[in-house]
């Protein structure tokens, strides 16, 4: 998950680049589902996900033919499947990099391209997994003591968890020093590792540039203006309930049907974010760390992409008037068939 938030929006540990993982065996949520964003703005939200290509490839099929359609995918909403289909819409250029997470097999006709394309394919993901198994101390000093409770699959040189919690490391908190500095934060350390073997989910503060993040945000708001009438930017002015119910997935949450935008895809291949999946597999499942034993595991899988949607969630002083009006209504309906 890739958090667009505004500076000073909300009181919240996420903040605007940081890429949430989370084990996927924990409840999760955008939000409590009886209390409302305290938010003065909508906080947007993209979700970034990765599966193995193994016993993946009719997801992985099915994904690829969406994308070139414009379509959502069979498990998505019927009643949106077509919102970024029709006249003007075309498929967003890819790296070498979103092409294999896509699960492309070369674009050459001939049998020695495909085969040349294969062959740089699988060095690249070697190179990879490599670099994600190799990982140095925690910033800011040495290593601390191990990850986890020890054992079969304790990685060296990972500090305490507990002692992370006390110093806020991996919750998503900065230093005073990296406030501002757009360079910090976007590789998984020791202490993101040794966070989340503890607490099954871990904040990677700026995994992705501000610029990327703020046309992502953009393209998401200019979608819902020239659709569907809903005004990110002056709320009060532009949402009814009427155009809520057309905008929004009818799965809550303030989820957004949306996946194929321009943005959207350069963030979904941006190497911050299969580097941060990378690390953390392979200093957890990929080696049966405490916690996250698992045979079936292999040590270093391909991964593809798993497409998924984005959200903005409505503050709730955009909500109450919507949801006051409507109960109004329904009073007076029934007050007219009282006896």
Known sequence: MVESQPAGACASQVRSGD???????LPHTTGESDAFSRSSVPRQVLYCAFMLARDNDTLSAE?????KSGLHMSWAPSAQRYEETGRGYEE???TPLGQALYGYSGNGEARRERGEAARLESLRDEQQWQAAENIGPPQGGPAQGRGGRGGRGAAQGLP??????????GGGERK???????????????AHVAFFRRYGYVVVERALPAELVARVAEEVKAHLLKRHGVDLADLRGS??????QRAFSPDGSGMIELYWLAAMEEARQHPALLAATQRLYAHTWARSAPGFKDASAPPRPRLHFYVDRCSARMPASCLLPLLQVRVGVRVRVRVTWLP
């Not at 968890?161 to 110093?167: C, E, N, Y």
């Not at 949402?239 to 809520?244: F, I, K, V, Y």
Request: glycine share 8%; net charge neutral.
């Open 92 to 94: 967003a250029p890819l």
């Open 160 to 169: 305490k968890a507990a002692d992370l919690l006390r110093a806020g490391g």
């Open 239 to 244: 949402l009814s309930a009427a155009r809520m």
């Open 19 to 25: 890429y949430v993982l989370w084990d996927p065996r």
């Open 63 to 67: 994904q690829r033919a969406c994308r």
């Open 176 to 190: 005073p020093a990296d406030e501002g500095d757009e360079t910090a934060g976007r590789e998984v350390t020791a």
